[in-house]
Nanobody, 124 residues
Framework: KVQLVESGGGSVHAGGSLRIFCAAYGYTFSLLAMGWFRQATGKEREEVATSDSGGGTAYSDSVKGRSNISQDNAKNTLYLQMNDLKPEDTAMYYC??????????????????WGQGAQVTVSS
């Protein structure tokens, strides 16, 4: 199974930007579809963005137009660039892997390997 390690979280003011990273180890990254998910305190985990190995992407309405997911197969790394951050973006962000080249947005259960999470805090 792939091992996933997130980094790059932090604290920013509203309107700021952050880029979070997910390094993958122990698996051929190009065979995976990847996703970013987040979970705020007291709320259910929600899907934020997905990327398939061919570069296809999808976003939740809450981040669409403000975020960009990208997958660098040569570096075994997944990225999430988040701009114009809002306090409601505050959450623990997790990357996850689906053992397929493609994925369907909204199918959280398809993702079988998860990282430990990176905290993003946005203050108003």
């Amino acid at each position: 199974k792939v091992q996933l390690v997130e980094s790059g979280g932090g604290s920013v003011h509203a309107g700021g930007s952050l880029r979070i990273f997910c390094a993958a180890y122990g698996y051929t990254f190009s065979l995976l579809a990847m996703g970013w998910f987040r979970q705020a305190t007291g709320k259910e985990r929600e899907e934020v963005a997905t990327s398939d190995s061919g570069g296809g992407t999808a976003y939740s309405d809450s981040v669409k137009g403000r975020s960009n997911i990208s997958q660098d197969n040569a570096k075994n790394t997944l990225y999430l660039q988040m701009n114009d951050l809002k306090p409601e973006d505050t959450a623990m962000y997790y990357c996850a892997a689906h053992y397929s080249r493609t994925c369907a947005f909204g199918r959280l259960g398809d993702f079988r390997s998860w990282g430990q999470g990176a905290q993003v805090t946005v203050s108003s």
